[in-house]
């Protein structure tokens, strides 16, 4: 597969399989992904890979967190509004979602039901958490980002699948406490990595992208 295919082929994928995730495959996924360009070569991220009791452990947590009621608490707060065309675009993808599940996916029940999922890592045998110092500015965190989609192309290139997850960074602080990470860390995105349970032509209908002439203007 070329780079351009392994970019438009690449989908966020919410059912795994169990099958275990071996070290070398995450070292290797990792390893390509430290080729990401970052502000001054300053390589502002780390990644912590969770699986087996301890995964559990950390699942168990967040859902006991949300039954609690426990309000989130993420280092990077969650948007309460969008500007447009976010807000529109936003509301299109719940109302296909909800469409394809028959149910209203806006209601407090399946926001509960989806977070929990989220939660579980939707059945994948690892997780990934993304993180680095807190005191690194707004430049950092787009490199942390551009090194997490390097991560999720280098995982699709090898036959693995993923989802980024920002549910995941809810816990911010219980997160970092359970996986032994300092206060100074900011949890910046957690993933789902494992290997996909159902073949690319029956997952989900991916969502649509806006025109090309939306994004893209030449000006000469
Ligand atoms: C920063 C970020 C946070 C996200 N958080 C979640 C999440 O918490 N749960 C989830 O299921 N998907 C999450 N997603 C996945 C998006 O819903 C998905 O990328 C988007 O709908 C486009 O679909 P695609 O990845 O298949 O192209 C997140 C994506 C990004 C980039």
Redesign the pocket.
């Known amino acids: 597969m070329d780079a351009i295919e392994c970019i438009v082929t690449r989908?966020?994928v919410?059912k795994f399989r169990p099958d275990p995730v071996p070290a070398e495959e995450i070292k290797e996924i990792v390893r390509a992904a430290q080729w990401t360009p970052s502000y001054k070569n300053c390589q502002p991220w780390q990644v912590v890979a969770v699986s087996g009791s301890r995964k559990e452990e950390l699942t168990a947590l967040l859902i006991g967190l949300l039954e609690q009621n426990v309000p989130p608490t993420p280092d990077l707060p969650t948007p309460r509004e969008w500007p447009e065309p976010q807000n529109s675009l936003i509301r299109e993808?719940m109302a296909k979602r909800s469409a394809l599940a028959g149910i209203d996916l806006n209601a407090p029940e399946f926001v509960t039901r989806s977070k929990k999922a989220?939660f579980r890592f939707y059945g994948a045998p690892c997780g990934l958490f993304l993180t680095h110092d807190a005191s690194l500015g707004p430049w950092s965190i787009l490199d942390a980002g551009m090194f997490a989609q390097s991560l999720m192309l280098a995982a699709h290139a090898r036959g693995l699948a993923t989802?980024?997850?920002?549910?995941?960074t809810d816990y911010a602080a219980q997160v970092k406490e359970l996986l032994g990470l300092s206060a100074n860390t900011r949890l910046l995105?957690g993933m789902s990595l494992g290997y996909p349970a159902d073949a690319p032509e029956a997952m989900p209908p991916?969502?649509e992208r806006v025109p090309l002439e939306d994004v893209l203007r030449f000006i000469s």
Do not use: K, T
């Not at 989802?163 to 995941?168: D, I, S």
């Open positions: 989908a966020s919410r993808l989220n989802v980024p997850q920002a549910f995941l995105l991916r969502p």
